[in-house]
């Protein structure tokens, strides 16, 4: 439950903390090449190969081994800050050397391998701004709205990016917007780079000498990367269930309600205390998130499918930035960049395979049984990982009482 009054935090005052305006913009500049990338690379690719089929499937294959890669770059990051610089300008070379390569008719045995090798270099920016977030705040309140303010951000520019590419081919060329998203990678990339010379040596990132164990090996970070693919799977496996029961006009709209109510949901949450243990919320998340997916399976409707998917949309970008969260809480100092990274992972890995489960599902089943599995499925994961989840959190609170306890109530609500 919320406290009634508002917490001693405001996305003002975060965003007043020295180095965290110059830091977010540029991290902000660097998130929205990735927002604008999928349908210009998927338009190059078809217009260098001149097959949709090939260019899917390296479309595909790039998001595959940058999803799967993202942390291993980010352990590289943490611990070598000048590996942020390299990746990105490998990134942008690659990223104009595919653009050059589909401006003419050429074999897929070079543009599919250039996708590939640009997805695996593609430098972390989402892990490594959250990671720095948890250095420039001053408590717990500050980084819970500071955490909210990135992801309703973050989750902005994802929704808004794809609009953006569309115009800016139909306007230009695929191809050209491939070099624009590459000189959006170096500037970007460039600007955060510099912002963390600037910043004094507590802020930086990880540490050349340290070499921290994997974050996977943190008691309670499994469940939580579970639990992240879980509410990623549904919602893929929901949408393509929405498209298959209204057609592709009714469920885009239906999907963009996903990202209002995440960006709504996050910055609600961002600027409040809320009762109760950390270590529950994604838990309560999920169950929630089950219950709005049932939704539609009780009343088969566009409307349903609709304030499920709004509903939804707050429950899984809060339970993002709880998880967030709790990788400060659970992971040690060195490897919180790396841990975030297996947190996106976790995400884009459940969104493919909620796709192809849902494909497959609609085929033999039909819409109502899709919508009905959806919630199944979400609602066995969060039974699966609750156990595991509240043996941790009993086995922490034993070490420190303090984390059984409500967190404080502000007395008086500070400015926005």
């Not at 110059?22 to 190969?49: D, H, I, V």
């Amino acid at each position: 439950m919320p406290s009634p009054d508002r917490g001693g935090a405001s996305y003002r005052a975060v965003l007043t903390l020295p180095h965290a305006r110059s830091l977010f913009a540029a991290a902000m500049l660097a998130r929205l090449c990735y927002g604008l990338l999928g349908l210009p690379l998927l338009l190059a690719l078809r217009e260098g190969t001149g097959s949709y089929a090939v260019a899917g499937a390296a479309t595909g294959l790039f998001g595959l081994v940058a999803a799967v890669l993202g942390p291993v770059r980010a352990r590289l990051v943490e611990r070598h800050h000048a590996a942020l610089m390299l990746l990105a300008v490998c990134y942008a070379l690659l990223l104009s050397a595919l653009a050059a390569a589909c401006t003419a008719p050429v074999p897929a045995l070079l543009t599919v391998p250039l996708a590939i090798l640009a997805g695996a270099c593609s430098p972390p920016v989402g892990p490594l701004m959250r990671t720095l977030w948890g250095k420039l705040t001053a408590d717990e309140a500050q980084h819970q709205c500071a955490l909210s303010l990135d992801t309703a951000a973050e989750s902005t520019v994802f929704a808004l990016g794809p609009v953006l590419g569309g115009l800016l081919v139909a306007a230009s060329s695929a191809p050209a917007v491939l070099t624009v998203c590459a000189a959006l990678v170096i500037t970007g990339f460039g600007l955060l780079a510099a912002g963390l010379r600037r910043t004094p040596a507590s802020v930086r990132v990880g540490s050349q000498a340290a070499r921290p164990r994997s974050p996977l090996r943190a008691g309670g970070f499994t469940p939580l990367l579970l639990l992240t693919l879980a509410v990623a799977d549904a919602l893929s496996l929901f949408e393509v269930a929405v498209i298959a029961a209204w057609g592709t006009l009714v469920a885009g709209v239906l999907t963009t309600l996903f990202s209002v109510g995440g960006v709504l949901g996050g910055l609600v949450y961002g600027r409040r205390h809320w009762r109760g243990a950390l270590a529950r919320r994604p838990l309560v998340l999920a169950a929630a998130s089950t219950v709005c997916y049932a939704l539609p399976a009780l009343v088969y409707s566009a409307p349903a499918a609709g304030v499920a998917l709004l509903l939804a949309g707050a429950c899984t970008d809060v339970l993002l930035i709880t998880a967030y969260q709790r990788v400060d809480r659970l992971v040690p100092e060195g490897s919180r960049t790396e841990a975030g990274a297996w947190i996106n992972t976790a995400y884009n890995l459940g969104a493919s395979m909620g796709t192809a489960v849902g494909g497959v599902l609609v085929d033999r089943s039909g819409s109502p049984a899709a919508f009905a599995v959806t919630a199944g499925l979400l609602g066995v994961c969060t039974l699966i990982c609750a156990p595991l989840t509240l043996r941790r959190h009993a086995t922490d609170a034993a070490g420190d009482p303090a984390l059984t306890q409500p967190e404080p109530v502000a007395t008086a609500p500070e400015p926005t």
